[in-house]
């Protein structure tokens, strides 16, 4: 397993913000494989997450195997908070508020609910380098591309996994750095190099359910989503960017 989120500078400590250049952390063609076509699957309503790992497990088994072919999953889950296995046990503020499954992926404590696009990412690293580093720069790589479709300027930072967005007009809670929101979050596992468990980005999820938790161990700063931009966006908008740059980065799609 890799662990995806972490822990930013101490508090009072200036937490810079540093993009990384997209050249640096992604060779554009590294994870691109046209041997074969990547399965697409939008499931309708609200995914309970107990089911979803399960589905998840079952067919990262059948890709190790052989059996199966590469999938990646679009769900919504009604409102839960996930631990990852560096998760902090004072960071989940409200423990009675939403159930709390504790989970196989890297990182800390995420909270996922309506309005909020996950996407599950079923891909085989044996065919993509086995790197699991450069994977999850892949991952931010698609990120960014998707928001930009929206002209939203979606970044990277070195000291915390994700991709965030710059908000001059808010206050900043550090002296001298402007004020950022995090919009998408990733965690990952991998198992047999079958990756699993995938990224989320914030459509329109109500925004105050992170306020339970300290989402990825990061309390300097704050979560957005596309519709708290002031953009007009629906999830079915993107889901259609999601797997257009999905496609130019890990290969093209299958069925839907």
Not at 229 to 238: A, F, H, N, S
Request: glycine share 8%; proline share 6%; with cysteine.
């Amino acid at each position: 397993m890799f662990k995806v989120c972490r822990r930013a500078n101490q508090p009072g400590a200036k937490d810079e913000a540093r993009p990384i250049q997209r050249a640096q952390a992604l060779q554009p063609d590294r994870f691109f494989d046209a041997a074969r076509l990547i399965e697409w699957r939008v499931e309708p309503g609200l995914v309970d997450y107990e089911t979803a790992v399960a589905t998840m497990e079952k067919r990262v088994a059948d890709i190790a195997a052989g059996d199966a072919d590469e999938l990646i999953w679009l769900v919504e889950h009604p409102p839960l908070y996930t631990a990852g296995t560096s998760a902090d046990a004072g960071d989940l503020v409200q423990p009675d508020r939403f159930p709390v499954f504790k989970t196989g992926r890297g990182g800390q404590y995420t909270y996922h609910g309506p309005g909020q696009r996950v996407a599950y990412a079923m891909l085989d690293l044996t065919r993509r380098g086995k790197d699991v580093r450069a994977f999850v720069a892949s991952l931010e790589a698609w990120i960014i591309a998707t928001l930009d479709r929206f002209n939203v300027r979606g970044e990277r930072r070195e000291d915390r996994v994700g991709v965030w967005v710059q908000r001059p007009e808010k206050a900043s809670p550090v002296e001298g750095v402007v004020a950022e929101d995090k919009i998408a979050a990733i965690g990952i596992r991998v198992r047999h190099w079958v990756s699993f468990h995938g990224i989320s980005i914030n459509v329109e999820p109500d925004l105050e359910h992170f306020s339970g938790i300290v989402p990825c161990g990061v309390s300097e700063h704050g979560v957005t989503s596309l519709v708290d931009l002031g953009l007009p966006v629906t999830m079915d908008d993107v889901d259609v960017a999601l797997k257009a740059e999905a496609q130019k980065i890990f290969g093209p799609a299958g069925s839907t």
